[in-house]
C-alpha cells in the first residue's frame, strides 16, 4: 500500500511550517500541512500516524490565538509539538505558560535528557535555536521535563505513556545542531515510521488516481516547456498517453534553440506518447508589440495574445474535459491552505482556463516540493536540461529587452544569452546560480572594430543566488569567465559593442529589466 505513513504538520501560523513538512519528506515520509482549525472528524479520516504542531507568532493565552480542538491529543497518534505548539500542549493539559523573565533568542546551549526516545543515541549537550518570549513554566500532569536551557528549564517535555512530546525550540532548523535527528528520533522511534514514501510509490499512486478521475476524457495541457508543466505533461502522458493534447505555443520570445528543444522532447518524434501540437506564432506577437515600449503593456499584449492563439487551438481540438496545471505544493500552500484550488495569477499563460471550455483542472504535482517535482521529472525520464531550467518568465525576452521589440533586438539577445549560458555552464556553474541571463540596453554606444568606428548596442549580464526569487544576492562569477563572455558577445554577435555587468542586488533592483 501506498502512503501508508501520514504526518500531518498543523500549521499555527509559524514561519517555518513548509521546512518542517520538507524534514519529514527527507526521511521519506510522506506529509501534508493542514489549518490548525481542521475538524476533529476530517483530521481522523486522514489517518494520520504522527502530527506536528508548528511554531507561531501568538501567544495561547491571548484572544483569537489559534487552538486546536483538545481531542487531537486524545487520539492516541503520537504529537509534537514545536514552539507554540509545545505550549499549546501545556495549555491544553494544564500546565502553565508564562512570560519569561529573559527573551531567548537565537544559538542556545541546551542540555537534552537522552533517555528520551525523543533524544535518543544524541549528544547530550549540544546548540538549540530559540525563538521565544513565554515558555511553559508548570509541567501538565503525567509531563516530565526532558531538556533545559539556562533560562528556560522546560525547554522539552513529554508523556511517554500518552506519546506527546514539546520542544520550545526548533529542530527543523539548521542552527539547532541535532534538530535533524531529533525530528527522526520523533518519526521513527516514536510514531514508528518506516520510511517508504519513495518517488516511484508518487508516480505510480498518480498515474492510478488520474486514470481513475480522467477515465476515456480528453485532457489539455498548456507547455510551456518550464519544469512544473513538462513534468505534469510526462506525468500526464504515462497515465492517460494520446488522450491528451499538449499545446506549445512559441511566441518567438523564448531563448535560442528552446522552441527545438521542447519539441524534440515531447514533440512527435520525441520521448512520450502524446499529442503534440506547436504553434510557431512569432509574427502575431511581433506584430502586436510593434513600437511598444512600457514594460507592463508588453506584458499585457502577451498575455492576450496568448489567450488568443489557444482560442484559436482549441476550437479546433474542440471541447476538453480536463485541463492540466503544473500549481506545486508551496504554490498551493501560499494560496491558502482552504482555498487550494485557486488558480494561480501568475501562472505562465494567465487568464487561460476561463476560455477553454473545460471541466475540471487537474493539478498532479500539488502536493510536491520543486526539488521533488525534478526528482520525478529524471525518473521518468525528463532529460536533465529540461529538468535543471532556470526560471524563465512567460513574457520571455520582452521583459529582457529594453523598450520596442524588433527581431534583430531578439535575434541579438538569444545569441548573447546562449554565449553567457554555455560558458556559465563550461565553468561548471549552472546549477550554483539560480537565474542567469542576458539582456539588452536600449542603449547604444560608441566603439571600435578593426578600423570601423561602431555604434551598436550595449549587452548586460545579470547573474543571481536567490532562494525564493523575493530577493536575490549578485552572483560571484570568476572575473576571467565574465572576460571570457564579454569577449566572445562582441565578437562573435552582431550588434553589440559592450558588455555590462550588472551588480545590483534584488532589492532594490528586480531580477528581470523590466
Ligand atoms: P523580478 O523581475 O520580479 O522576478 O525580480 C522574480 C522572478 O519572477 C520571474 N518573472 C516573471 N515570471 N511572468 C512570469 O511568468 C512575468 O511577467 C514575470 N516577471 C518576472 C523572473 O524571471 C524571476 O524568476
Known amino acids: 500500500m501506498i502512503n501508508e505513513e501520514k504526518i500531518i504538520?498543523?500549521?499555527?501560523?509559524?514561519?517555518?511550517?513548509?521546512l518542517i513538512a520538507r524534514r519529514v519528506r527527507e526521511n521519506n515520509i510522506y506529509?501534508?500541512?493542514?489549518?490548525?482549525?481542521?475538524?476533529?472528524e476530517k483530521l481522523k479520516e486522514m489517518k494520520p500516524t504522527g502530527i506536528i504542531f508548528t511554531g507561531g507568532p501568538d501567544v495561547v493565552y491571548q484572544k483569537d490565538a489559534p487552538i486546536c480542538d483538545k481531542q487531537v491529543l486524545e487520539l492516541g497518534i503520537p504529537v509534537l509539538g514545536i514552539c507554540y505548539g509545545a505550549q499549546l500542549i501545556a495549555y491544553l493539559k494544564d500546565g502553565l505558560v508564562e512570560k519569561a523573565s529573559t527573551r531567548e533568542y537565537g544559538r542556545t546551549e541546551i542540555e537534552y535528557n537522552t533517555e528520551s526516545l525523543l533524544f535518543k543515541d544524541m549528544k547530550s549537550k549540544s546548540i538549540c535555536w530559540m525563538s521565544h518570549t513565554y515558555q511553559i513554566t508548570k509541567l501538565?500532569?503525567?509531563?516530565?521535563?526532558?531538556?533545559?536551557?539556562?533560562?528556560?528549564k522546560i525547554a522539552a517535555m513529554e508523556s511517554e505513556n500518552e506519546k506527546l512530546y514539546a520542544v520550545q525550540f526548533h529542530p527543523e532548523v539548521l542552527h539547532t545542531e541535532q534538530g535533524t535527528k531529533i525530528l527522526s528520533n520523533f518519526l521513527f522511534n516514536v510514531c514508528k515510521c518506516e520510511g517508504n514514501w519513495k518517488m516511484d510509490t508518487f508516480f505510480e499512486k498518480a498515474v492510478k488516481e488520474i486514470r481513475e478521475e480522467v477515465k476515456d476524457g480528453k485532457v489539455l495541457c498548456a507547455l510551456s516547456g518550464g519544469v512544473d508543466s513538462s513534468v505534469a505533461a510526462v506525468l500526464l502522458s504515462k497515465a492517460i498517453g494520446k488522450q491528451l493534447t499538449c499545446v506549445f505555443v512559441d511566441h518567438g520570445l523564448l531563448r535560442k534553440n528552446e522552441g527545438d528543444e521542447v519539441e524534440a522532447v515531447f514533440g512527435n518524434n520525441g520521448l512520450y506518447d502524446l499529442n503534440f501540437i506547436r504553434i510557431n506564432a512569432?509574427?502575431?506577437?511581433?506584430?502586436?508589440?510593434?513600437?511598444?515600449?512600457?514594460?507592463?503593456?508588453?506584458?499585457?499584449?502577451i498575455g492576450e495574445e496568448?489567450?488568443?492563439?489557444?482560442?484559436?487551438?482549441s476550437k479546433e481540438i474542440g471541447a476538453v474535459d480536463y485541463l492540466v496545471q503544473g500549481t506545486i505544493y508551496p504554490d498551493v500552500i501560499e494560496s491558502g491552505l482552504a482555498k487550494?484550488?485557486?488558480?494561480?495569477?501568475?501562472?505562465?499563460?494567465?487568464?487561460l482556463p476561463s476560455v477553454v471550455n473545460f471541466k475540471k483542472i487537474i493539478e498532479p504535482l500539488r502536493l510536491l516540493f520543486k526539488d521533488e517535482v525534478r526528482k520525478l521529472g529524471l525518473e521518468m525520464g525528463l532529460p536533465d536540461n529540461l529538468v535543471y531550467r532556470?526560471?524563465?518568465?512567460g513574457p520571455g525576452l520582452a521583459i529582457r529587452i529594453i523598450g520596442?521589440?524588433?527581431?534583430?533586438?531578439?535575434?541579438?539577445?538569444?545569441?548573447?544569452d546562449f554565449i553567457f549560458r554555455e560558458e556559465i555552464a563550461k565553468a561548471g556553474l549552472d546549477k550554483k546560480i539560480n537565474q542567469y541571463f542576458a539582456a539588452l540596453t536600449n542603449m547604444r554606444s560608441v566603439g571600435c572594430m578593426g578600423d570601423e568606428r561602431t555604434y551598436d548596442y550595449a549587452v548586460a549580464l545579470r547573474a543571481v543566488t536567490t532562494t525564493d526569487f523575493m530577493t536575490a544576492e549578485v552572483a560571484r562569477i570568476p572575473h576571467e569567465v565574465i572576460e571570457k563572455v564579454a569577449n566572445r558577445i562582441v565578437n562573435e554577435v552582431n550588434g553589440v559593442s559592450r558588455v555590462l555587468f550588472d551588480y545590483t542586488t534584488k532589492p532594490p533592483a528586480t531580477i528581470e529589466f523590466e
Do not use: W
Open 306 to 313: 496568448f489567450i488568443r492563439v489557444f482560442e484559436d487551438v
Open 282 to 301: 512569432k509574427d502575431r506577437f511581433y506584430e502586436k508589440l510593434k513600437g511598444v515600449e512600457e514594460p507592463e503593456k508588453k506584458r499585457k499584449i
Open 140 to 152: 501538565p500532569e503525567g509531563f516530565k521535563g526532558i531538556a533545559s536551557t539556562e533560562n528556560c
Open 31 to 40: 506529509c501534508e500541512i493542514v489549518s490548525y482549525d481542521t475538524p476533529i
Open 9 to 18: 504538520v498543523m500549521d499555527f501560523g509559524g514561519q517555518y511550517n513548509q
Open 390 to 393: 532556470q526560471p524563465f518568465p
Open 340 to 351: 487550494s484550488a485557486v488558480i494561480k495569477s501568475h501562472h505562465n499563460v494567465g487568464g
Open 404 to 416: 520596442d521589440i524588433t527581431e534583430e533586438k531578439v535575434k541579438i539577445v538569444q545569441d548573447a
